[in-house]
């Protein structure tokens, strides 16, 4: 079955500092691989997205995330964390045309 | 561009009274629809999705039920409201054409009391 992971239930970095919230995929055939953010109360906003191509996709807000097909990994990456960055980030595979599938989310947070 | 409003923010309903929540996209047209349940602010929990009017596919057995009565416009319904489906609802059009992302309403905050 389609799923992907995110074996971190919280990420803890400084202001300034780069992050890493990890995401591992388990699909058959090319996954099509999303990021999304949800600020408290509030609906998910899509981040980024990998179908195919490069395998470093960027995205908005400054993040960017990289596909590692070998490691069946899709991390989400900034190179300096904001405060304004502290969210809750879902990784989400696509497992058909017409359904994604998501992981159960990694709390962000970044203190100055 | 293409927007999805959903309502209310907010409901505080007690046990046992019906439900309705609404979710209406605008500009595009045969969107996929979704309806998802969050719980204590972590996982989401996919419960109806829908390919086109009258057309409603349920993911998991509950106490709700949803309609697509237009193209564009996706109902969340209950007849009797329990204590358990309390919890953060999400509306997202989405899916099918393209590379499938899903696009996310701002969520009704249901507390039954």
């Known amino acids: 079955a389609q799923s992907v992971a995110q074996p971190e239930d919280q990420v803890n970095v400084a202001e300034g500092n780069p992050l890493t919230v990890k995401c591992t995929y388990s699909?058959?055939?090319?996954?099509?691989l999303f990021w999304y953010v949800q600020y408290p109360n509030r609906g998910l906003q899509f981040l980024l997205k990998?179908?195919?191509?490069?395998?470093l996709v960027k995205g908005s807000y400054g993040f960017e995330a990289e596909f590692n097909k070998s490691q069946t990994s899709f991390h989400l990456k900034k190179p300096s964390a904001l405060v304004s960055d502290s969210a809750l980030y879902f990784c989400?595979?696509?497992?058909?045309?017409?359904?994604?599938?998501f992981g159960g989310g990694t709390r962000l947070m970044v203190k100055p | 561009s293409q927007t999805i409003h959903q309502w209310p923010a907010t409901l505080v309903q007690p046990v046992g009274s019906p439900l309705s929540l609404e979710c209406t996209v605008e500009g595009t047209s045969n969107p996929n629809l979704y309806w998802y349940r969050q719980a204590a602010g972590r996982g989401l929990q996919l419960l109806f999705y829908s390919v086109g009017i009258g057309q409603i596919s349920s993911e998991v057995p509950q106490n709700l039920s949803a309609s697509r009565p237009q193209d564009r416009q996706f109902i969340l319904s209950s007849k009797k409201l329990l204590l358990s489906d309390s919890g953060f609802y999400l509306c997202a059009w989405g899916g099918g054409r393209g590379s499938g992302e899903a696009f996310f309403g701002q969520g009704t905050r249901l507390t039954v009391v």
């Open positions: 990998y179908i195919t191509g490069d395998n």
């Open positions: 989400a595979v696509r497992v058909t045309v017409n359904m994604l599938t």
């Open positions: 699909v058959s055939g090319n996954p099509y």
